[in-house]
T-cell receptor, first 116, second 111 residues
Framework: SAVISQKPSRDICQRGTSLTIQCQVDSQVTMMFWYRQQPGQSLTLIATANQGSEATYESGFVIDKFPISRPNLTFSTLTVSNLSPEDSSIYLC?????????????FGPGTRLTVL | SQQGEEDPQALSIQEGENATMNCSYKTSINNLQWYRQNSGRGLVHLILIRSNEREKHSGRLRVTLDTSKKSSSLLITASRAADTASYFCATTRSGTYKYIFGTGTRLKVLA
């Protein structure tokens, strides 16, 4: 299994500002993902963080709003830009275990964002 | 939407009873996973069942998969107050690595 940490665990931000969330994995992984979980809702995939190239975004999510970095195989950041109250959510990073899609997906503890 | 659906949305039972949650999905899958989430924290992986498997056990958990009906169930036996959480299923479509999450079931176990 993989151990994943996220920073910060929570934050309260003002409208119009940005928040950068860090995700650190204790082993090298190929696939890293960022999810959003709006209050009382399920998880929605934002993007796949690709090492050495641009992230691959899902429908409804754009790079200008959610820029992602993946400088190496153990670390990624997600920035939520130009914050509005609608961005208040839990943001989670995840990785696939070894062996690709056939294996388990492990999640970080999440970052709870509140936008005032 | 490709999102799976779970039912019931909420379930309240007494400690010691069994809890059953169901998940339905829309496309052919590689595998299906069940997760637990306590109070808006990170997700804990419970069990993975592959598309060619029909049943799997892990401790007090029993998962079934019926690919003909595109559905899965999670049974928690002899529930405990600590099982109180939200439970989600997640599937990967054949040929992809992306997981699609179900709507979740909120389970409350009363002591």
């Amino acid at each position: 299994s993989a151990v994943i940490s996220q920073k910060p665990s929570r934050d309260i931000c003002q409208r119009g500002t940005s928040l950068t969330i860090q995700c650190q994995v204790d082993s090298q992984v190929t696939m890293m993902f960022w999810y959003r979980q709006q209050p009382g809702q399920s998880l929605t995939l934002i993007a796949t963080a690709n090492q050495g190239s641009e992230a691959t975004y899902e429908s409804g999510f754009v790079i200008d709003k959610f820029p992602i970095s993946r400088p190496n195989l153990t670390f990624s950041t997600l920035t939520v830009s130009n914050l509005s109250p609608e961005d208040s959510s839990i943001y989670l990073c995840s990785v696939l275990g070894p062996g690709g899609a056939a294996n388990e997906q492990f999640f970080g503890p999440g970052t709870r964002l509140t936008v005032l | 939407s490709q999102q799976g659906e779970e039912d019931p949305q909420a379930l309240s039972i007494q400690e010691g009873e069994n809890a059953t949650m169901n998940c339905s999905y829309k496309t052919s899958i590689n595998n299906l996973q069940w997760y637990r989430q306590n109070s808006g924290r990170g997700l804990v992986h419970l069990i993975l069942i592959r598309s060619n498997e029909r049943e799997k056990h892990s401790g007090r958990l029993r998962v079934t998969l019926d690919t003909s009906k595109k559905s899965s169930s999670l049974l928690i036996t002899a529930s405990r107050a600590a099982d109180t959480a939200s439970y989600f299923c997640a599937t990967t479509r054949s040929g992809t690595y992306k997981y699609i999450f179900g709507t979740g079931t909120r389970l409350k176990v009363l002591a």
